[in-house]
């Protein structure tokens, strides 16, 4: 099935006097893509029409719909942001829709939805391209009349909201899989905005660290060497992955160390075959051994929660804060099965193995021990922040 493309705005000219308005401070940067996004922003905002954005994992999605609705008429009016990937199938269409007392077994009150909370205002369907068939069917429905009703309900209730969706994944390829339908991408994607990676504008990664170090109690400096290994990084994570680094930075680095350098940063952010002159510094003994002990406390509470939702990786995503598809890439990253996770004995023993690789820092490892004491001993040297 070949799936034609949506009709899309054209294309918007750039001006070398962009305004600095409330949107270019959300979207930061002043890379040709940025700004692309920017103008489409500002030409989208005014309107009532539906919008998908999509983009990789972490690249700003929902800051895009944000910056959308705060340019709308409805600003004054809720922002209701919606993981669709993140709700268990049997409970999207009452956590959207929601429903009346006694509608199914546990209904033991009346539950206002996401759309109903949304009224006059702005509402996100973030990963719709993981929203149930079924539950696509309503949503359709919705578009098309502005109405719905709750579950075991009668009442019809008027939709007064506006509908945002945000997708990574590509959804043509769901239309010919048969996972999602095609009226209801004709419906969602009236203007479409995509999103670049991060590694297509490395030129926004100076205005990034400053905008987002915004948001960091505390934050730390990075000197000039750092901030260009910043630059040099492939970013998988993206903005996301950025903003880890730099909380990372402020926990481990405070104010009164001084600069962030090279040798401070994770060794992720120098891969093998990119790194400068002066590599021996970009992965100290420091570094690996609390990123090692960092990661190994991620897998140990990422293997209890899948643990406790049974292998159920939406629900293990909701215990640990993460959304579904950054639990799953995790996962991946940690070598982690569904399978091992649930069987204790199994990763009992991964983990006993784990700690008795000579390059695997444990918490209970000798190593880590002097790494510590170094630390705590130039701590001391510092005088306190009087702030």
């Known amino acids: 099935m070949t799936t034609a493309p949506a009709p899309a705005l054209s294309q918007p000219a750039y001006m070398a006097d962009e305004p600095d308005d409330a949107v270019r401070q959300m979207l930061a940067g002043n890379s040709p893509a940025i700004r692309h996004v920017r103008a489409m922003i500002r030409m989208v905002a005014p309107s009532d029409a539906s919008v998908l954005i999509s983009g990789p994992t972490g690249s700003g999605k929902e800051v895009v719909a944000r910056a959308i609705h ?40 009346r539950r206002i939805g996401r759309f109903e909370q949304a009224a006059g205002g702005t509402l996100l369907l973030d990963e719709i391209g993981d929203m149930p068939v079924a539950a696509q069917v309503r949503l359709l429905r919705v578009l098309e009349h502005k109405c719905f009703s709750r579950i075991g309900g009668r009442q019809e209730v008027p939709f007064t909201g506006r509908i945002i969706a945000a997708s990574h994944c590509d959804l043509p390829r769901r239309i010919e899989e048969g996972s999602f339908r095609s009226d209801l991408w004709y419906r969602l994607a009236v203007a479409i905005i995509t999103l670049p990676s991060l590694d297509q504008r490395r030129e926004d990664i100076p205005d990034l660290v400053e905008q987002l170090s915004r948001g960091i109690d505390r934050p730390a400096r990075l000197s000039d060497t750092a901030l260009s290994m910043l630059a040099r990084h492939d970013w998988p994570g993206n903005v996301r992955e950025l903003r880890s680094v730099l909380v990372r930075a402020a926990l481990f680095h405070p104010p009164g160390l001084g600069p962030v350098d090279v040798r401070h940063l994770p060794s992720l952010i120098s891969p093998a075959g990119s790194a400068p002159a002066a590599g021996p510094l970009l992965k100290p003994v420091e570094d690996d051994g609390l990123s090692g002990l ?55 023993r991964r983990d006993e193995d784990k700690e008795n690789t000579p390059n695997q820092i444990s918490p209970k490892s000798p190593e880590i021990l002097p790494l510590l004491a170094e630390r705590r001993a130039r701590e001391a040297r510092v005088p306190p922040d009087p702030h």
Do not use: W, Y
């Open 70 to 109: 705060a340019g709308s008429n409805r600003a004054h009016r809720p922002f209701i942001a919606v993981n669709c990937g993140a709700i268990p199938s049997e409970l999207i269409e009452s956590e959207l829709f929601g429903h009346e007392r006694g509608a199914f077994t546990g209904a033991h009150d």
């Open 294 to 348: 960092i990661a190994a406390l991620e897998r140990r509470q990422m293997c209890d929660a899948l643990r406790r939702a049974n292998g159920i990786v939406a629900n293990a995503a909701r215990m640990t804060g993460i959304n579904r598809t950054t639990f799953i890439e995790k996962m991946r990253r940690h070598g982690l099965t569904r399978a091992e996770a649930i069987e204790p004995a199994t990763h009992n």
